[in-house]
């Protein structure tokens, strides 16, 4: 018996290991905006604060690695087809979507560990500390803050369209789109 090559293998749903990045980048994401915009609740400078903060960094950086493992995946495990397929428009749109978010996902974790080595302070990962990307100056780190922050209140709108597109196409379109990612959907897809 011949085998198929990979690229022509029609698959029902994302691999099990893509699903499981995909939902786990979301999870991480969720805790790294919250630790940011909840901080606040305890006065500056408190342990609680600096924690908060802390968090926020690792976490921050842990997506950071995890995109790259999300880019062999996709690399590695053919996405589904999309039943009924969209229009031409349509892929393409979705196409830019996912590498804009790949790209938020990769810059705003360099972007912190610049602010970070710019203050001059450690850029914490569970236990260690990272190199410094640039040398301690205080009027960058305040220019590559606002940068961060702004690239920060993008990325809301960005996660925004990509999950009002995922509900768009389950409830308007009613397409597979969605269903595809769901942790399900690969142990029904291979039914």
Not at 12 to 17: D, G, K, L, Q
Not at 40 to 63: F, Q, R, S
Not at 118 to 144: H, Q, R, W
């Amino acid at each position: 018996m011949q085998q198929q090559p990979l690229a022509n293998i029609q698959v029902s749903s994302f691999h099990p290991m893509s699903i499981a990045a995909h939902w786990l980048t979301v999870i991480l994401l969720i805790a790294v905006y919250a630790l940011i915009e909840l901080r606040g609740i305890y006065p500056k400078g408190t342990a609680a604060h600096d924690l908060m903060k802390i968090w926020h960094e690792m976490l921050g950086l842990t997506v950071f690695g995890l995109v790259f493992i999300r880019l062999i995946l996709r690399g590695i495990f053919p996405a589904p087809d999309i039943h009924p397929a969209p229009p031409l428009w349509q892929h393409r749109l979705a196409t830019a979507m996912h590498w804009t978010l790949y790209a938020f996902l990769v810059v705003m974790p360099v972007l912190g560990w610049v602010v970070l080595s710019a203050k001059g302070k450690p850029v914490p990962l569970y236990g260690l500390n990272l190199p410094a990307l640039v040398t301690a100056d205080p009027a960058f780190a305040k220019s590559m803050e606002a940068i961060h922050e702004t690239i920060g209140k993008i990325g809301y709108g960005l996660i925004g369209l990509h999950a009002l597109a995922a509900l768009w196409h389950h409830y308007i379109i009613r397409d597979d789109t969605l269903h595809n990612m769901l942790p399900s959907a690969h142990a029904k897809g291979s039914l």
